[in-house]
């Protein structure tokens, strides 16, 4: 088996050894110092370590919840359809369930992927494979997180709730794509991007084109940032037979990534322009524009270091649209 050295901030094997730590775990994070010590493979199931998987979950469902209260400021009336306090509260409530959801997902791909993570150096610390806990226990806290899942969509329109529920089809897949198609990372786009329908929803109790496309958009996005992170582990990929879009691509991967971002970019273009937002969600667009061009020129595919933080860096895009779309909500 191929060794790579851990990415930084995160700790060795031999950490492991000495304190039960994952190899891809961040060093010197809460978890490890205020959680009881019998609950942190539990922590370590759901990354709790890494909370860049459920900011990036998060995104879509506060770009959608924001265009929403945009969109009604300026193209349905002038009259925001909820009150404040009350997005407020959805976006609470979208961050817990996003803790939850990604949670669960990280537990249930570990249980899928016993096996597949024993073989490989920089996953084969994690809990399951070894040994810190049972897979019995893993599918009691798997199921206790989509049950606080549960009571979040509870919380929203029935609309909502079935659209929320529909979502766990595709996360049901996932874990199954690496075995039959290069294209896993689609499909993880699927999953990933549901909020951009969310966050419409909670707010309208239904779906129209702008939310529509905002998901395609954020498919692209995911297939894009989530092939810079599977580059980190091509070799192991390739031992063990697992598909990715990063073996898929290869030295061309830059020119794929480019074509994902301008599509991903063009169909913001068109969701925002479909509502008639104003200048400020150019500005912040504009900005993520840049930050997504600068990832291209600086990719080193066979930097793993540099993979994974350029696919952290993936979470300032989150910032800067947001931070345009509550311009535009308030001005």
């Known amino acids: 088996m191929i060794n790579r050295p851990a990415p930084n901030g995160t700790a060795s094997n031999h950490d492991h050894d000495i304190e039960g730590r994952v190899a891809d775990a961040v060093l010197g994070h809460w978890a490890d110092h205020y959680l009881p010590a019998w609950f942190r493979p539990y922590a370590r199931l759901s990354r709790l370590e890494r909370p860049i998987g459920w900011w990036l979950l998060l995104w879509p469902c506060f770009w959608s919840l924001a265009m929403a209260l945009a969109a009604s400021n300026r193209y349905f009336g002038g009259e925001m359809p909820i009150g404040l306090t009350t997005a407020l509260y959805y976006a609470f409530l979208f961050w817990i369930g996003a803790v939850a959801m990604r ?3 990280c537990t249930y791909n570990d249980i899928v992927d016993f096996k597949i993570d024993a073989s490989v150096e920089r996953t084969r610390s994690r809990p399951l494979p070894s040994g810190q806990v049972s ?9 206790l997180q989509l049950f606080v899942g549960l009571l979040v969509l509870l919380q929203f329109n029935s609309y909502a709730q079935i659209l929320g529920l529909s979502s766990l089809l595709v996360v049901a897949a996932y874990p ?7 294209w896993p990372q689609f499909v993880l786009g699927l999953a990933f991007s549901w909020g951009g329908l969310m966050g419409w929803a909670v707010v309208y109790g239904s ?3 702008a939310p529509i496309v905002l998901y395609f958009a954020c498919i692209v996005w995911t297939i894009g940032y989530d092939t810079i992170y599977a580059h980190q582990d091509k070799e192991d990929d390739i031992l063990i037979g697992v598909k990715s879009t990063a073996l898929l691509f290869g030295d061309n991967t ?4 480019a074509g994902f971002y301008s ?8 969701a925002f322009v479909s509502v008639d937002l104003g200048p400020f969600i150019w500005i912040g667009l504009g900005l993520a524009s840049i930050h ?5 020129i600086i990719l080193d595919i066979d930097d793993a270091d540099q993979c994974l933080a350029l696919f952290k860096s993936n979470t300032n895009i989150g910032y ?5 779309l509550l311009i535009e909500v308030w001005i």
């Open 254 to 257: 830059k020119l794929w990534l």
């Open 320 to 324: 800067l649209i947001v931070a345009g």
């Open 103 to 105: 949670g669960a997902g």
């Open 292 to 296: 997504l061009a600068r990832q291209i």
């Open 176 to 182: 199954f794509m690496k075995r039959i198609t290069h």
């Open 263 to 270: 599509v991903m970019i063009a169909l913001m273009v068109v």
């Open 135 to 143: 897979r019995k226990q893993a599918w009691l806290w798997l199921g």
């Open 207 to 209: 779906l129209d084109f």
